[in-house]
């Protein structure tokens, strides 16, 4: 039987006639939904994000509160890594072979398949001479690092490249299995290892590392990897992707070290146990995450198509309807966390952090969520009006404020509210710059940002009720 996407999970149904059961309203809406891209991409983040949690719970309550903190310092540190590599490549990939003819999709790939190695090359040479030097160590989350660094780092590397080609491709079906295959079987894993009684944080790693071969061993042998067009790399295409690469890698560290500096600041200052204790807290903030990600990818093609025909005001116009309507949102569901943060702490982390410091971390972290939609969609914006140099800026400065703040807060308090607290200031560095510079290009004010927000999320919810209305209609 011919392969269609739809029977896979929903991609576009160009082609394909529509069975002629599919009559009910309701099926026929669940359809047009299954032809969207964009509701693939949620339903991928969504899905993925949910395994994710599944399998942190999971970790949480299967290892003592000391091994989850080195499993957050290692996961944190591969991460570093890794988003250098995706960093200099996705973009600049997705870039040159999206919509290019045969004979130069095999060349891009091939040459990014060849920095790809290159870079995981050298970042395993580095590892393998910090293991040389510093592989006897006292320090628990150091030695798991210089020991799995290198490892995870090859075997996770033709999954990643094949995540790439089919994001190329808007395979975002694909995408969704390769995730789905490398977190389901490390979940499965983990199940394992809590029936058989035999958890051990480096039972966790190996049960990383051998879920990451197997899925990257199938996206080999199916080809999604598309490995083979190694042979066709050309030196002058090896030189254009790392020539845009080099100046995107720098947000995609930068953020990714904003994320992880509390990791390593608390990992060296206060040690594993708090570090597990504080990752928790954070685990609860993919619920702010997941719409933030969605809002972002939609709007920005449109941000963009309206900034490329001078449409200034339409571009203003975007960000003030999706950064004000989210913040709406999320008034609800912080006012919430603050009177039931007891509840999501006990169902990732199970009773053991029920009378730790965990649910006030929680409670402080979604008080400053509410800077969080405007925030983006102004360094995003920077991006769509041709000023990624700001963006990059506003990066690093907060980078630098959480890393100091940080450290002063640990020094002064000696625990981990401390490093809560440091991250006022460093969200406030960054919106205030952000915003600041912005409005240099467009016409922006918080209060019209709140006023449009406010006034598209009353539409939409009588679009949602009108819509339903008419779909429940008898007749």
């Given amino acids: ?26 099926l026929l809406k669940l359809q047009s939904y299954l032809d969207n891209q964009q509701f693939m991409s949620l339903a991928g983040n969504l899905t993925v994000s949910a395994m994710s949690i599944i399998s942190v719970s999971l970790l949480f309550r299967t290892l003592p509160v000391h091994d989850i903190g080195m499993w957050v310092y290692f996961m944190a540190a591969v991460g570093l890594a890794d988003s250098f590599r995706a960093g ?70 033709p999954y990643f490249m094949a995540a790439c080609v089919m994001q190329s491709e808007m395979r975002f079906d694909r995408i969704l299995y390769i995730r789905l295959l490398s977190q389901g079987l490390f979940v499965l894993c983990i199940i394992g290892l809590m029936l058989a009684g035999a958890s051990t944080i480096d039972r966790v790693v190996y049960s990383y590392v051998g879920a990451s071969v197997i899925t990257s061993f199938l ?53 594993p146990a708090p570090l597990a204790v504080y990752n928790l807290a954070g685990r609860f903030m993919e619920i702010i995450e997941i719409p933030l990600r969605s809002f972002v990818a939609t709007a920005m093609p449109a941000m963009s198509a309206a900034f490329n025909q001078n449409r200034l005001p339409e571009v203003a116009r975007l960000l003030r309807k999706n950064a004000g309507m989210l913040t709406w949102a999320f008034v609800p569901v912080i006012l919430g966390t603050l009177l039931l943060a007891d509840v999501p702490v006990f169902l990732i982390g199970g009773p053991k952090y029920q009378d730790t410091e965990a649910a006030n971390l929680l409670r402080i972290s979604m008080v400053l969520a509410i800077l969080y939609p405007i925030d983006r969609f102004v ?38 509210y401390g490093v809560a607290v440091a991250s006022l200031p460093t969200g406030i ?38 819509k339903a209305a008419a779909v429940l209609k008898p007749g």
């Fill in 88 to 157: 200099f490549l996705t973009t600049a990939f997705i870039r040159a072979r999206s919509g290019a003819t045969p004979a130069r999709t095999a060349e891009v790939t091939g040459s990014a398949w060849a920095i790809a190695l290159v870079i995981t090359g050298l970042l395993g040479l580095i590892n393998l001479g910090a293991w040389l030097l510093f592989g006897n160590t006292n320090d628990g989350s150091l030695a798991l690092l210089l020991k799995w660094f290198g490892i995870v780092l090859v075997a996770t590397l």
């Fill in 379 to 416: 360094g995003v914006t920077l991006d769509v009006v041709n000023q990624p140099r700001l963006n990059l800026v506003k990066v690093f400065l907060m980078l630098a404020v959480n890393v100091v703040g940080d450290v002063t807060a640990l020094l002064l308090f000696g625990n981990i």
């Fill in 219 to 271: 996206m080999l042998v199916l080809g999604w990897a598309d490995a083979g067009s190694l042979r066709q790399r050309t030196s002058a295409c090896i030189r254009e992707l790392g020539h845009f690469g080099k100046y995107s890698v720098g947000s995609y560290v930068g953020s990714n070290l904003l994320r992880s500096s509390d990791t390593f600041v608390i990992n060296y200052m206060l040690g």
């Fill in 1 to 26: 039987m011919p392969y269609h996407p739809y029977w896979a999970y929903g991609c576009s149904l160009a082609g394909v006639p529509r069975p002629h059961y599919v009559k009910n309203p309701l």
């Fill in 429 to 466: 560095a960054g919106f205030t710059f952000g915003y600041i510079h912005l409005k240099k290009h467009l016409p922006l004010s918080i209060r019209d940002i709140m006023t449009t927000g406010l006034q598209e999320s009353k539409l939409l919810v009588q679009r949602v009720l009108s």
